[in-house]
């Protein structure tokens, strides 16, 4: 496959969330709009925070997005020597040096600035000196020798160009006293062993690019082009917190988002296409790139997520709603749901979705469908058989008992005619009826719900009610 060659790298020492979701997302469709590569790295570098369960989580994540990556995943910690390796190969180039340095005297050094107002660094002591100078009983770091005149520019698609002095880098380690190479040294390792072109990543990721580039010049190696996107803010313009919804992307599933509506919601997130606000994968495949993806920081909104993530409910098929209703309804321990109550469910979702914004509302519409007679009647059903509800209950059933025809159409007509008999409006009749078939006041198109139930059933809860 020729075109770009994508990457997304998380860390895992916790969830998948929206902002990485996001880049992963950027990334995906970078790649799927120019004819290119999608790859994915695991940065487990950090062996204390990382664990199984965050891989596991992050994959499952991927997965439930539909956004599927090229190749094998590469686990950064696997490829340690090939990274160690890179910094002898500096060392004997002459492009690095062993620190002897002690914890105490780079603290020393660290104290010393801040008491100076000057940002802690390194001050480059073992740069040129006589390794014969070497203390004993340390084992040394290996560090790069930073440029130390000139400046470093980064050319961002999305940042513009983005210049940084050489006098404000430091002799940063490659690799640490104990051998481990560092995360700065690994990920410019394996971006170029993974042949990654395009480097598209939050912009808290900034400030590491000049540094990164310190090896991949050193090496000699293309440097990717870069694309730093600013990070996800709540609604009121503070950070993403979990307040604001900064959550695992399998919680959004949880709570009933459908994938193909988190996709759009955040692709929407500091891109846009026009005043398009509803796009399909294919069309975000063909209009994404780089070039309208805004410098300020989005802002994640439940209620637009909410809107957008119901505009996929109701353009779902029936069935694969049916399927996702009835797993949140069967969460609940010691709830199976017997093949009856499932085809009603399916029946009745033309009705259910139009105006559900989740699954989890979805499945709380529908439940009625499942229970078993006699059916929980809620205060709000309660309220609506009274004796007046009552005498119309009654006088309904005596038109319906008999009906030919069991639709929605014929049984709205009855209704009908019983409320001009009764003197009365068809809500009169519509709202005992649905107290005493779903337990409540309110339902989808009561006539439909009808027809769903079916004869036997219906006049079964009503019975139930009338008693």
């Known amino acids: 496959m020729t075109g770009p060659v994508c990457r997304f790298a998380p860390s895992p020492t916790g969830f998948l969330h929206i902002g990485g979701a ?16 999608f790859r994915l790295r695991i940065e487990d570098t950090d062996r204390q925070r990382s664990t199984p369960e965050a891989v596991a ?30 910094a002898y190969e500096l060392l004997r180039q002459g492009k690095a ?19 100076e107002g000057r940002p802690p660094r390194y001050d480059g002591r073992w740069r040129d000196r006589d390794p014969k100078d070497a203390p004993a009983g340390v084992a040394p770091s290996i560090r790069i020798k930073a440029p130390r005149e000139g400046e470093t520019v980064i050319r961002d698609l999305v940042q513009g160009d983005v210049v940084i002095r050489n006098d404000q880098l430091d002799d940063m380690i490659l690799l640490r006293g104990d051998g481990t190479p560092v995360y700065m040294l690994s990920v410019v390792v394996d971006d170029f062993d993974m042949g990654v072109t395009h480097v598209i990543r939050g912009d808290d990721h900034l400030n590491n690019a000049a540094r990164q580039m310190m090896v991949i010049e050193a090496m ?22 979990k307040r604001h919804g900064a959550l695992a992307v399998e919680a959004y599933r949880d709570m009933g988002y459908l994938p193909e509506a988190m996709r759009n919601y955040l692709l929407r997130l500091g891109w846009s296409h026009g005043d398009e606000e509803i796009m399909s994968t294919e069309q975000a495949i063909a209009w994404f790139d780089l070039d309208a993806v805004g410098r300020s920081a989005a802002r994640f909104d439940f209620a637009k997520l909410g809107n957008v ?47 559900a914004r989740t699954i989890v509302e979805l499945a709380e519409s529908a439940e009625f469908y499942c229970h078993k ?36 159409a014929s049984l709205e ?9 009764a003197g009365a409006k068809l809500g009169d009749i519509a709202q005992p009826v649905r107290a005493a078939l779903t337990g409540t006041n309110v339902s989808p198109p009561i006539f439909e719900v009808m027809q769903v139930l079916g004869r036997d059933e219906t006049l079964g809860r009503i019975a139930d009610a009338m008693r």
């Open 22 to 37: 996001r880049t992963a997302l950027f990334n995906w469709l970078f790649a799927k709009h120019h004819g290119g590569t």
């Open 57 to 86: 989580a992050i994959l499952n994540g991927l997965r439930w997005l539909e956004l599927d990556w090229d190749g094998d995943v590469v686990h950064q910690f696997a490829r340690a020597q090939r990274h160690a390796e890179i």
């Open 97 to 115: 040096y062993r620190c002897y340095c002690t914890a105490e005297e780079l603290e020393e050094m660290r104290a010393t600035a801040r008491a």
């Open 220 to 241: 000699g190696w293309p440097v990717p082009v870069y694309a730093h996107i600013p990070l996800i803010h709540g609604p009121d313009g503070a950070k993403l917190s």
């Open 309 to 355: 993530n119901g505009h996929y409910i109701r353009a779902r098929d029936d069935d694969s709603l049916a399927r996702l209703v009835v797993e949140q309804l069967e969460r609940e321990p010691g709830k199976p749901l017997d093949p009856e109550a499932r085809a009603r469910v399916r029946a009745g979702m033309p009705g259910l979705k139009q105006r």
């Open 373 to 408: 007679r006699p059916i929980p009647m809620a205060e709000s059903g309660r309220k609506l058989l009274s004796d007046s509800g009552r005498q119309r209950l009654s006088a309904f059933v005596t038109r319906i008992g008999g009906l030919a025809e069991w639709s929605a």
């Open 413 to 421: 007509a009855e209704a009908r005619d019983a409320a001009v008999a």
